[in-house]
Structure formats: C-alpha cells, structure tokens
C-alpha cells in the first residue's frame, strides 16, 4: 500500500498523462461529427455543409446504400445516430459525376444527384429529415453545388442558350442570357461562370463579361442583381486589362458566394496596374482580403473556394503544393484554420475539403478532412477562447476538461492535508 504523501505525485502523473490536443491552428477547435472508422464512412471529397445552428450536412456511406446526413453532437457510432435527409442504394456520391451538397438553410439541405440504376435527368433537391421536395429534374451541365435560400429558389447557370435562371415551384424564370442589354446600355457577350449564388432575400450574385458600345472596357463584371428588376444588376466590381479599371482582371473571377447582407466575395487571377504582372487574390465587395504578395502566406497555385457570413468574414482555401491551407482572414497566423500538414486528432492532416456553404454566421467551419493514418473525417471546426487546436471525439461539455479539474481539485485537497515528511520514496 502506498504512503499518504505519495497521492499528490500519483495525481501529478496522472494530470500529466491525460491526452493532450495536438495544436494544429490557432483560435479553433475541432469537432469530429464523422468517422471512417465508424458505421458510416463519409464521402469528405464532397465538402459539407453547415447551418447557423451548427448542424453539418454530409455524404457518406452505410449498409450498402448512399446518404446524405446531418450531424451535430461527436460521437455518433451508427446510422441510426444521424438525421437522414435522402438514401438509396441507386444513389452515387461521385462529386465528378455532379452529386454534390449545396446551401443547409433553416434546416433544409440541398442536393443534386442522379438516380443510376434508372438512368435519367439529374435533379436538384432538398430535404429536412421528414420529407424531400425536388427542386428541380433537367440536364444541368455543371457539376456544382445547388445554391438554394431559405424560400426554396434555386439558381443554376444553363446552356443552348447560355442563360442565368431561378427556379421556384419546378417553375424556371430566366434572368440573364447571352447578348442581353442591361439597363445601362451594356451588353452581356459571355464568360458567365456556372457558380452563381442566391440569398434569402432574393438576390443574386453572378459572373459575367459586359460590354458598353462594342467596347470591353472593364467588362469582366460581379454583378449583384434584386429579381424584382434583372435588367438593373449592382455591379460589385469590374476588371480588365486597362489602368481606368477599379481592378484588373485577367479572366473572369470564380468562385464567389453572397450573404444576406449585399455583400459578395470573389476570387480570381489579377493584373498589377502597374507591372502588369497577375497574381491571385480574394475580395470582398472589391476590397482585396488577401493576395499572393501578402508575406506569411504560402505560396498558392489557386483559390479553391470562398465563403461569406452576414458577418462579413471571407473563409477562403487555398490550393497549394503541400495542399490545402483554410483562412478566415487577412492574418496568415492570427486567421489559419487549418492547413495540410498540421496535427489533429493524434495525427497529420494531408488534404481539406471546403466550400461556399462551410461557413456559418456564428463564424463555424464545416469540413471534410483526411489524415496520414488514413482516417476520413467530418469535423466542425468551432473558435475556441482559448489557443485553440482540441480535437473533440465525444459528447461532454468540456472534452477532457471534467476530468482534469477533477485530478487537479485532488492534487490541491491532498498537497494541503497530507504534510510532506521524509520517510520511504514513492516508487
């Protein structure tokens, strides 16, 4: 039997070897919603999407059929501890083969996919865990997440012609096409981008190239337009390459993502004004976030996705040779979220899976992440008061917290009862 005064370096040890989270980003902890070592295996190459709630939408997969979830609390052993929005075994979440998560609204996720036992058009949906409504059926050429608000209008980008429609009750309404003259005289000659966005107001933000008398002149336009008059969109910002530009552009600007506020984000490739040379940035209703010449930053290869809150914070990843790298700002230390090659979770993170419905107005992140051990992950990145980098596997208010203060509250009641004397060393 061991010695009283033995109990306070019995408890010490033990303090010291509860497990401790490997700081991967600063201001941000990690809540694992999905596992591969689970029932379901999630599908985190389609990045996830989260709602103001915190609740995450995902793909994965279970019992031999395809799924699209929610989850909210860790922990989740099995299926049946998830909400289930859609899931069938015909159901195939390639994200090339366009079955992906779009916008998660006031508790409504929407989906695009493709019934492949039974070949036909593809169709948007969304659901809430009760019932599902189909937004829409039709051939959609592009691959992208449905962008649809909180009243059901879905907006998507057409072809033959190529046109800019919304769609409401299976009714489609076009609101921009090829060689339409807008109000001000110019004249919208191509280069939409098929990643449009909506708000829950109406609004949407969309990329285009413009022309005014024949002449380019800063024609590569972000326009933001009310549905109540499509012919007068609010141009957010327009490039080209000429000085008398508010920026230049070397191309049009994808991706963007609009909140409820007005406001639109964007990214692309820019020309320098003055040494003509282009770099890579993102903007915020045409105020530059962050470009490549910003020091502390690595060096990027491309933007691969935005998103914006009514906050107005810009979440942005960033495509580089050592993979993914997340901000939420300006700040390469101060804002990175997470970063391929940090820690997390006992081990190395190698890719990131994000997009524009990622970010909510509580400032959470929704991702999909891999590791070098092979895990596949769904977590909800959450800003933490303190340093952040926690990785969060279970349902307790404070992971590991009760238990330390526990230990801890032991250590102070025996070093102040059992008086310290010489005597036979602990072992």
């Not at 695009?112 to 865990?129: C, E, I, K, N, S």
């Not at 530009?245 to 963007?256: A, E």
């Amino acid at each position: 039997m061991l010695p009283r005064r033995c109990l306070p370096l019995l408890i010490a040890t033990a303090l010291a070897l509860l497990p401790v989270a490997r700081a991967s980003a600063v201001g941000f902890d990690f809540v694992v919603l999905a596992s591969s070592l689970r029932a379901v295996v999630p599908a985190i190459e389609i990045p996830p999407s989260i709602d103001d709630t915190g609740e995450v939408a995902f793909a994965g997969s279970a019992a031999g059929s395809q799924w699209v979830l929610v989850a909210d609390e860790p922990g989740a052993e099995v299926l049946a501890d998830y909400l289930v929005i859609d899931g069938d075994p015909a159901l195939s979440f390639n994200p090339l083969s366009g079955n992906v998560l779009g916008s998660f609204t006031d508790g409504w996720v929407a989906y695009r996919t493709q019934d492949f036992l039974t070949p036909g058009p593809q169709y948007v949906a969304r659901g809430d865990g009760g019932s599902v409504e189909v937004l829409y059926s039709g051939d959609d050429p592009a691959p992208v997440a449905p962008a649809v608000n909180a009243d059901g209008q879905y907006v998507l980008h057409r072809q033959s012609p190529t046109r800019i429609v919304v769609v409401e009750d299976q009714v489609e309404t076009v609101l921009f096409q090829y060689f339409q003259t807008l109000d001000d005289g110019s004249r919208l000659v191509g280069n939409f981008r098929p990643m449009p966005d909506i708000d829950d107001v109406g609004r949407v933000a969309f990329a285009a190239t413009a022309a005014v008398d024949g002449q380019e002149i800063c024609s590569n336009r972000i326009f933001l337009s009310n549905l109540l008059s499509p012919g007068a969109p609010a141009v957010v910002a327009a490039g080209g390459a000429r000085e008398g530009c508010p920026f230049l552009s070397s191309g049009l600007t994808v991706p963007l993502a609009a909140n409820d506020v007005g406001s639109v984000a964007f990214a692309g490739t820019f020309l320098d004004p003055v040494s003509l040379d282009s770099k890579r940035a993102v903007y915020l209703d045409g105020v530059s976030v962050w470009d490549e010449l910003m020091p502390g930053f690595p060096a990027a290869l491309g933007v691969d996705a935005v998103a914006l809150n009514d906050a107005g914070t810009v979440a942005f990843s960033l495509n580089t040779a050592q993979g993914t790298h997340l901000y939420v700002g300006s700040d390469p230390v101060a804002d990175e979220v997470l970063s391929a090659g940090d820690a997390l979770c006992d081990d190395t993170v190698t890719e990131i899976y994000f997009h524009r419905y990622g970010l909510n107005d509580a400032g959470e992140l929704a991702l999909g992440v891999a590791l070098s051990d092979g895990r596949r992950l769904i977590v909800r990145a959450e800003p933490s008061t303190g340093p952040g980098g926690e990785c969060i596997r279970f349902p307790v208010p404070e992971p590991g917290g009760a238990a330390a203060a526990a230990l801890a509250a032991l250590a102070v009641l025996a070093a102040t009862t059992v008086p310290r004397r010489s005597g036979t060393p602990c072992p």
